[in-house]
């Protein structure tokens, strides 16, 4: 990557930042909202509705995500294929569970009465979480296309760069799933 380039990621990395403090403040907002809400004066309670034991296992799979995203990266640093595409299969493979849960948890609450449509508190809940899993979801598709670019040869260092900016996404989804189980299911569960 020449200088010219290189300042061009520079430019495209800072305006990704701001990409992220924008869904932050929207984040924050449905938080917010989630907690007008929530418990709300009709309706089940959330207590009623929440099950501990799928909540655990998402939480595993997601948070370990990361630390498996780390684990490539350093395989990224030293030009190890042989560290990178394993690792980040594993955090796609992660990632996929994850959805797959939550899309397990969505059908069970909806099968059981539970819908959009049932209560303010439920109507917030399925936002925010339904949000956080659809960037979960584009973060998938993303990695898939981390994996064609390793195809493709690129240069390593605009792979390098990519991939931060891949990762800087990735973490912030975490971030935002560690203040969904503390705001949204720790205090009705535990």
Known sequence: MNQYEAALFNDKKFGFLIYLFVEAIMFLTLFATYLIFTPS????????????????????????????????????????????????????????VFLGLEISEFYTYVQEGYTLSTSSFLSSYYVLVGLHAAHVAFGCGWMIVL????????????????????????????????????????????
Do not use: C, N
């Not at 498996?68 to 595409?85: A, C, F, V, W, Y």
């Not at 394993?86 to 992660?94: A, E, K, N, Q, S």
């Open 41 to 96: 004066s009709e309706g089940p309670h959330p207590s009623d509705v929440f099950e501990t034991k799928s909540v655990i296992l998402s939480s595993i799979f997601l948070l370990s995500s990361s630390g498996t995203l780390i684990m490539s990266e350093r395989g990224l640093e030293g030009k190890q294929l042989k560290k990178l595409i394993p690792w980040l299969g594993v955090t796609l493979l992660f990632a996929l």
């Open 147 to 190: 994996f064609i670019q390793l195809k493709r040869h690129i240069p390593h260092s605009l792979y390098i760069e990519k991939y931060k900016i891949f990762s800087y996404y990735w973490h912030f989804v975490d971030i935002v799933w560690i203040g969904i189980l503390l705001v949204v299911y720790v205090r009705y569960i535990f």
